[in-house]
């Protein structure tokens, strides 16, 4: 069965980034330079066009909302233009908003002064918050454990705006790549997406190919799967799950990434490889059989909506009536999965960090863990305590944890570590877990 992707699937917000990726290549639209969040004040009124699939209406008051690009702080003004999520209308008012991807709650300030709302240069702002951790300052890859290289040429030759969007937005549930679009608890919206997909862009080659070479019909999967355990499965596991089944490479049965993926780009992967990895070009010799099995392996995704999610950042003890663990670290940062659970498991009293972003968190975590993403530890300081030990962890396992650490040692918490083994090596070895938004069973 021939597979294109998830393109007539693609829910309106998607859609909706696409629309503003497009007029961002294109050079259409005039934003406004802002420096978000910012702050102005005047009188007047004015008219403007709505964003696309959203309602135009008229009115005038005050209140409190959420703008792209518009900070906390009182304005009024006039004139005339386009404004994302702005319908079309007149009036007066005054109110409070904040910055997408940059407001109060995220924990990373302001953006730079003079950063373009809808810019390759804002997307760069945002790729070094929340992507450069584990793929590098310019897509590099590889700074955490299977965080493949993404400005890779024939990568990008062969990703669709609508792929990359939907990987930012969706991630690879279940790897170690998070949802980071908002509708799944990440800290960016249609706008912000947008912007890191134009960033990436600029890395080239730019337009993609329009048409990849088509992958004939009737493939065998089980020739298919001969195939691949003879040139694949070393790097990518037996079953294809990458990292998480005893490889080094991505997830390719990952249920988003089939979805997702058109059979050109899958095909053009094997044939083309990506030059200056360890992942060298096949050819085209048994493409059909291989596309048949990676197809085999396609599930249902879940995509049901979701409520919102904001973690308690003042409950974050296990057995706070307990004495307080111990621990010794290996190279003065480490601590494992054993002695943490064997600390628990005694009643002692320690805190424990999911250092991921809430969707993973959700999805499952270590028991009695407080969801404080990387991103956000700045602003969680002020709720943690002295003299308690602090264990961060991330399913890498260490680029987010040894970041939360990093900050936290910095900010004068000097109790604080990292799970050596990471997320998977606990919930593998049946140490208790939960998911939801319960901390703890």
């Not at 294109?4 to 934003?31: F, K, N, Q, S, Y």
């Not at 897509?139 to 990987?167: C, H, K, R, W």
Request: proline share 7%; hydrophobic share 35%; glycine share 16%.
């Amino acid at each position: 069965m021939r597979h294109h992707g998830r393109r007539g699937l693609v829910e309106a917000a998607a859609l909706r980034t696409l629309i503003l990726l497009g007029l961002l290549l294109a050079g259409c639209g005039d934003p406004d330079p802002v420096a978000s969040p910012v702050v102005g004040e005047g009188e007047g009124e004015g008219e403007g066009e709505p964003a696309p699939g959203l309602d135009a209406g008229e009115g005038e008051g005050e209140g409190e909302g959420e703008a792209p690009g518009a900070g906390e702080g009182e304005g009024e003004g006039e004139g005339e233009g386009e404004a994302s999520g702005a319908g079309e209308g007149e009036g007066e008012g005054e109110g409070e908003g904040e910055a997408p991807g940059a407001g109060e709650g995220e924990g990373e300030g302001e953006a730079p002064e003079e950063i373009e709302l809808g810019s390759a240069a804002r997307g760069e702002w945002l790729y070094g918050i929340y992507c450069e951790v584990c793929h590098g300052d310019v897509g590099q890859g590889y700074l955490a454990d299977a965080a493949p290289q993404i400005n890779n040429s024939t990568f990008l030759e062969s990703a669709t705006d609508l792929f990359l969007v939907e990987a930012i937005r969706r991630g690879r549930p279940g790897t170690v790549m998070s949802a980071w679009g908002d509708e799944r608890y990440g800290p960016l919206n249609d706008v912000d997406v947008a912007d890191v997909v134009a960033f990436m862009r600029s890395w080239g080659p730019v337009p993609p190919i329009e048409q990849l070479p088509a992958v004939p019909d009737g493939g065998d999967a089980e020739l298919g799967a001969a195939d691949f355990a003879g040139r694949c499965a070393g790097c990518h596991g037996p079953t294809g799950g990458g990292l998480l089944d005893g490889g080094s490479a991505v997830s390719l049965n990952n249920p988003w990434f089939l979805e997702t993926a058109s059979d050109g780009f899958i095909a053009h992967a094997v044939a083309a490889g990506r030059p200056g990895t360890a992942m060298p070009s096949f050819g085209d010799e048994g493409m059909a059989d291989l596309v048949a099995l990676l197809r085999s392996w396609a599930t249902p995704i879940e995509d049901a909506p979701v409520a919102r999610y904001e973690p308690d950042l003042d409950d974050h003890l296990i057995n706070p009536a307990g004495a307080p663990a111990q621990f010794v670290l290996t190279e003065d940062r480490f601590v494992s999965s054993e002695t943490v659970n064997a600390a628990i498991e005694a009643g002692q009293k320690v805190i424990v960090i999911d250092a991921r972003a809430a969707d993973d968190y959700l999805r499952g975590h270590i028991s009695g863990a407080v969801s404080i993403p990387f991103y956000r530890v700045e602003e969680a300081t002020e709720h943690l305590p002295q003299g308690v030990w602090i264990v961060a962890y991330c399913g890498c396992p260490h680029a987010l944890s040894g970041r939360v650490v990093d900050t936290l040692r910095a900010a004068g918490f000097d109790l604080t570590a990292v799970l050596d083994e990471g997320w998977y090596f606990w919930q593998n070895e049946g140490y208790p877990t939960t998911d939801g938004p319960r901390r703890g069973p």
